[in-house]
């Protein structure tokens, strides 16, 4: 019941993204600004729940937020392949090879695209040591959205502050960790 | 060039409630009622009703453009980049009515025999209003066709006579933080650096094509597209295009452009629309129409490359970006 409800929720800002495009000025640039952020913010959200674990235990809900991010992710290459580049392959490869804004994303991107293969419960017991990879993509995407902006605003500095916060509370658990060792 | 000096007993006239004023008041208190069902529906209102005011302008017709397939004046008024007010495209829309367009003067200075002021009246009287269609194609990878109204730069130039040491000129958009939002002293990161300052050489600045609009679509501008003077500068993208002028000064040195100013890697003083020269973030060979889910080829020099390229003969594209 809970698992389903979110599952909604989390389908929302695609229902949204539906319905407003029509009317959207700059479509291709809206559906980039769409997935990319919804993506960026479940991802958000997904690693946040580790630190979150003290006060309310929702672990289990973080396979289907990462999914979740991941297929806005998705989204969002597709826009760039269908939409931006009209399938045109050496545009993509030339795009990626040139430009630090885009091989960042696709870096990401190809982070998200093994993580959610390998999320199965068979994979997962395997791989799952790479999936700390995630906070690669994670600070790879704080730059990526940052370096999508003609000027720094709000909503980047709020983002930069979220990783920071993120990985500052992995830096400590693996210090503790480490302490533990040496005793 | 005459200054018209107001008696006292004038009554600037933002200062009488006018017939617009009042109706606007009633339909803000009518809106009132609308609170009940969102806020978001009445900010779009109220900017509607600010746009009543916008009156129509006598021009002339021109055969600049002919063919080629307008923007609604929908799309050309609700995705604008005006820093003063906000980085989103969308807001500018639904903040400028703070933007106070009535009277206005633009000072034109520096090296010219005949310095002087002119008042948006004498802009409207004593020069022949024309329209042209033009290509408006923003750096950022979007574009639009705008039916613009307005004046050659080159006949406002002209009269104040330019020296022969005039080798370029500067723009300078208003500095008022009454008017715009993000210029309020005190404020810790304004988006960009203020006042807004945009530059031509003079052979550019003289350019038939170059621009002075007051108006678009039959009226005069509203606020979000640079109201009540604004440069239009077709074969540049769009951040050369300087809004809100308040003064146009000819001057020996290139001047120091805003987005140069802010980034060199990245925006020059030329800025001329050039497919073959991408933006370090993202490629320039097309375009994004508004109201288009399609691409489109991008033109050197947006298309105007008989009228201007000659200016560019010999100058290195990738280096003078
Ligand atoms: C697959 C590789 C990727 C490509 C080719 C790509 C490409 C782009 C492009 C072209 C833009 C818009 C630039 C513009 O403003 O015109 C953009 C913006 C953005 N991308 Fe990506 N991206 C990729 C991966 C990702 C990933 C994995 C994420 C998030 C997890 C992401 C999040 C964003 C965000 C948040 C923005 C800013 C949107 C905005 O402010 O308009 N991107 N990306």
Not at chain 1, 153 to 180: C, D, H, P, Q, S
Not at chain 2, 166 to 184: E, I, M, S
Not at chain 2, 283 to 306: C, D, I, P, V
Request: with cysteine; glycine share 4%.
């Amino acid at each position: 019941m809970k698992r389903s409800l979110l599952f909604f929720v989390l389908l929302l800002p695609l229902l949204y993204l539906l319905i407003s495009v029509q009317s959207a000025n700059d479509p291709i640039k809206y559906i980039f600004t769409c997935t990319g952020i919804s993506s960026l913010i479940i991802l958000i959200l997904s690693l946040s729940l580790t630190p979150l674990k003290k006060i309310i235990n929702l672990i289990k809900y973080r396979r289907m937020m990462g999914l979740f991010s991941f297929f806005y992710a998705l989204l969002h290459f597709l826009n760039f392949y269908i939409l931006d580049a009209q399938f045109d392959v050496t545009f993509v490869l030339k795009e990626t090879l040139d430009k630090p804004f885009i091989y960042l994303g696709m870096i990401a991107f190809s982070i998200l695209l093994f993580m959610a293969i390998t999320s199965t419960r068979k994979l997962f017991a395997k791989f799952n040591k790479w999936h700390k990879l995630v906070y690669i993509v994670l600070i790879l995407v704080v730059i990526h959205e940052a370096m999508a902006q003609k000027v720094l605003g709000n909503l980047e500095f709020m983002f930069i502050f979220m990783t920071i916060v993120l990985l500052g509370y992995r830096a400590f658990l693996f210090r503790v960790k480490w302490l533990k060792k040496k005793k | 060039m005459t200054i018209i000096k107001k008696p006292d007993w004038y009554i600037s006239e933002n200062e009488v409630t006018d017939e617009a004023l009042f109706n606007k008041r009633r339909n803000f208190l009518k809106l009132g009622a609308a609170a009940l069902v969102s806020s978001s529906v009445i900010a779009e209102k109220l900017a509607a009703v600010e746009n009543v005011k916008r009156e129509s302008l006598k021009f002339q017709k021109t055969t600049f453009g002919k063919g080629l397939e307008l923007n609604s004046y929908d799309q050309a008024s609700t995705y604008n980049n005006f820093y003063e007010f906000s980085t989103s495209k969308s807001d500018p829309a639904k903040m400028a009515h703070t933007l106070k367009p009535n009277p206005w003067d633009v000072e034109i200075l520096g090296e010219v025999e005949n310095p002087m002021v002119i008042s948006l009246e004498d802009i409207y009287n004593s020069y022949p209003l024309e329209e042209r269609i033009y290509r408006f194609r923003c750096v950022e990878g979007w574009s639009m066709v705008v039916p613009w109204i307005g004046v050659t730069l080159s006949h406002i130039l002209q009269k104040a006579k330019p020296t022969s040491k005039a080798k370029y000129v500067k723009f300078t958009t208003l500095v008022d933080p009454k008017q715009f939002p993000d210029q309020k002293a005190g404020k810790l990161f304004p988006n960009i650096p203020y006042p807004y300052v945009e530059g031509l050489r003079m052979d550019e600045a003289m350019n038939e094509l170059t621009f002075m609009s007051v108006g678009m679509y039959g009226k005069m501008l509203p606020n979000q597209n640079g109201a009540p003077i604004r440069l239009v500068v077709p074969w540049k993208y769009g951040f050369k295009s300087i809004k809100s002028i308040v003064s146009i000064e000819l001057v020996e040195e290139e001047p120091l452009n805003t987005w140069k100013m802010i980034n060199d890697l990245e925006y020059g003083f030329y800025a001329n629309v050039n497919p073959n020269v991408d933006h370090p973030r993202w490629s320039q060979a097309k375009e994004r129409k508004l109201g288009s889910f399609f691409k489109t080829e991008t033109l050197m020099f947006n298309g105007y490359e008989k009228e201007v390229g000659h200016m560019y003969k010999d100058m290195d594209l990738r280096r003078y970006i």
